[in-house]
């Protein structure tokens, strides 16, 4: 029997079951997102409320972030084994527990815990989420819609976070921002068992939880570093940790080679398509990672836009990323996914360039123009390598190729900013050491010299004229920062174009060379 003989209906079109089900999967991918930033203006609240420290408020704000990092491959691989479905259930349940815990938190140490709990149910959600709509949705168009409504639900939780939060808190108390996981969670419940299919690995193998430790023990250390040297910098502790992290990852991977049933699968990564899409996302959300942090700094630091203002401003780049991310599997049906990804960072290379020309004077709208054509290009690899990736891999590990997916685009944003925000800030101490104008005491030329926030704060104690000469300084300091990270940045993603469009311009639609048939196991 042919090749072709075994195969029937290969690609079978979604149904309304199955795209009610993508409304059903959409509202824990928005909470999701939606808990990463809703907490910013809730901080000064639960302040008043729970006291606490300095260190404990940053651990309030991280550890969420923290644990989905360090548990999205361990629930990817799990859901693989016991079924997606059912650990989507499962974490559906735990998430509405700690919502519950960290609303009514009496401790900042509760609230921590809460929130990591928070973090733990929310690494069983996300791969799951994929991972669903990628059994779920078998047509290569209908499949890229699909994943296109997924990011384009996170990237919406993501930005209107601040704005719920700010409504919730004008008429409730803090813990109001953790309540609306409660009611979402319950929907997910009611409907899951109608409208999503259960889906598993029919031979899952034992799950090694020595490769569990390992994991954790290599991803919590390399996202704290990273996120430690992004805020202060490198010191001796920071690398110690990164290296340890990298240490541990070095035996995991020597674990899972010797493993008959690996919670990473490394054969994943002789797939082209699914190696390639990797490393393409990787360094595309370093670049995002950079501009958001810069972004966020040129409007409020250099411009002296109000924090509200800037949010204002911020909004039209989050909608083009939502329209790329809806455009770009209409665009990839007929150009190929590997021309609209090239083409979509051609785009954001000369987004990136618009945003570097913005100067002290220009005002915003042209790093907003910027900002746009950035997010709209890279929306392309967002959604298109996504689905490449997943598709690449045999349906029976596709929620650990999605936990992979996720985990790429957390660390990578979090490397943009510790590596290239650290580019910027080097670049601006550099020309700043010999750039502060005499006259200013010692210790505030050493704020000035430090950062540009640092500067904005010591201009508030210097007598007006050297507080201006000094801020002009500084301000054209930061900017030289901005178009050397931004150049940077062109290289980066004008390199992923190339690299995409050799690599991947031959992969056959929906990518799926190493996907076998898998059937639906009805619970």
């Keep these: 029997m042919s090749p072709d003989e075994t195969t029937t209906d290969p690609a079978p079109r979604a149904g309304a079951r199955e795209w009610l089900g993508l409304a059903v999967l959409a509202l824990p991918t928005i909470l999701l997102a939606l808990d990463f930033t809703v907490l910013h203006l809730a901080l000064p609240h639960l ?16 550890i969420y972030g923290f644990m989905i990092a360090g548990f999205l491959i361990t629930m990817g691989t799990l859901g693989d084994r016991i079924g997606r479905r059912r650990l989507l259930m499962i974490g559906a349940v735990a998430f509405g527990a700690a919502s519950l815990l960290a609303a009514y938190s ?74 609306m996981g409660v009611p979402v969670m319950a929907i ?24 569990v430790a390992l994991s954790l023990a290599a991803i919590l250390p390399v996202v704290y570093a990273i996120k430690e040297a992004a805020a202060h910098g ?69 411009l002296e836009l109000s924090p509200a203002s800037a949010g204002l401003w911020m909004v039209p780049y989050a909608v083009a990323n939502i329209a790329g991310a809806m455009l770009a599997p209409l665009v990839a049906a007929r150009l190929k996914a590997a021309n609209t990804i090239a083409l979509g960072l051609v785009m954001t290379a000369v987004g990136l360039v618009v945003f570097t020309l913005s100067g002290v004077e220009a005002g915003p709208l042209p790093a907003v123009v910027g900002s746009m054509l950035i997010t709209f290009g890279l929306s392309p690899l967002m959604v298109l390598v996504i ?34 925000g650290a580019l910027g800030t080097a670049v601006y101490r550099f020309l700043m050491a010999g750039s502060v104008p005499s006259g200013v005491p010692a210790q505030e ?21 050297l507080a201006a000469e000094a801020l002009e300084a500084a301000k054209g300091a930061f900017m030289t920062g901005l178009s050397v990270v931004g150049y940077t940045g062109v290289a980066l993603v004008l390199g992923v174009a190339v690299i995409t469009f050799l690599f991947l311009r031959d992969v056959p639609e929906g990518a799926e060379e190493g996907q076998q048939e898998e059937q639906p196991q009805e619970s």
């Design 47 to 62: 302040a008043t409320d729970l006291a606490p420290t300095s260190a404990q408020q940053l651990w309030i704000l991280d």
């Design 106 to 179: 009496t401790s900042a140490e509760m609230l921590i815990a809460a929130r990591a709990f928070l973090g733990v149910a929310g690494a069983t959600l996300m791969p799951s989420t994929l991972s669903l709509i990628t059994n779920m949705f078998h047509d290569p168009k209908q499949r890229g819609v699909a994943v296109a409504v997924w990011l384009s639900c996170f990237s919406a939780g993501g930005a209107i976070g601040p704005m719920v939060g700010g409504v919730l808190l004008q008429w409730f108390w803090w813990g109001s921002v953790f309540l």
């Design 188 to 211: 997910l419940l009611i409907a899951a068992p109608f409208l999503l299919p259960e889906f598993r690995d029919p031979a899952p193998g034992r799950l090694d939880l020595v490769s």
């Design 234 to 302: 490198w010191d001796p502790v920071v690398i110690a940790l990164f290296v340890l992290g990298a240490l541990f990852g070095w035996l995991f991977v020597r674990r899972q080679r010797r493993l008959e049933s690996p919670l990473m699968d490394l054969a994943l990564f002789r797939l082209r398509p699914f190696t390639v899409g990797l490393g393409g996302l990787l360094l595309g959300t370093v670049v995002l990672g950079a501009f958001v942090l810069l972004f966020a700094q040129y409007l409020q630091l250099v």
């Design 387 to 420: 689905d490449l990736v997943i598709a690449s891999a045999p349906k029976e590990k596709s929620g650990s190729a999605s936990s992979m997916s996720e985990t790429c685009s957390e660390i990578g944003m979090a490397l943009g900013i510790a590596t290239l």
């Design 445 to 465: 030329a050493d704020a000035i010299r430090d950062s540009l926030p640092g500067a904005m704060a010591a201009a508030e104690d210097l007598e007006p004229s």
